[in-house]
């Protein structure tokens, strides 16, 4: 088993409240699980208005097909989502063996 774990830093310019922040967020992980039946979540800099961290983890059975998934979600949000701006990444794959039969 493999773990696909990637953090994406955005910067949200106009965005003007934490109200409108968690807004387009929830809008965003809302679409990014459709797209990509992946996890995402909000995880550092949840008090700062135009700025987000959020962690993006996907399971898989090849590690490169995990780690082609993020990036994948990567150049989506890029490409669909203009009004947001990928300011860095970084991609971790994790390998897990299984002990249990």
Same mark, same amino acid.
């Given at each position: ?6 953090? =994406? ?19 965003? !992980? ?6 990509? /039946? ?5 995880? @550092?800099?949840?008090?700062? #208005? @135009? +700025? ?6 996907? +399971?898989? /059975? ?6 082609? #998934?993020?990036? /994948? +979600? !990567?150049? #989506?949000?890029?490409? &669909?989502?203009? @009004?947001?701006? %990928? %300011?860095?990444? &970084? =991609? ?10």
């Amino acid at each position: 088993m493999v773990i696909g774990a990637c953090t =994406i830093e955005l910067e949200l310019p106009g965005v003007a409240s934490l109200k409108e922040k968690r807004s387009t967020l929830k809008t965003l !992980i809302a679409r990014l699980h459709r797209e990509f /039946n992946i996890s995402a979540a909000e995880v @550092d800099l949840q008090d700062e #208005w @135009d +700025v987000t961290i959020l962690g993006i983890s996907t +399971v898989s /059975n090849d590690a490169a097909h995990a780690q082609k #998934w993020l990036q /994948n +979600v !990567i150049e #989506w949000i890029e490409k &669909y989502r203009p @009004d947001l701006e %990928v %300011v860095d990444h &970084y =991609i971790e794959v994790i390998h897990f063996s299984s002990s249990a039969r």
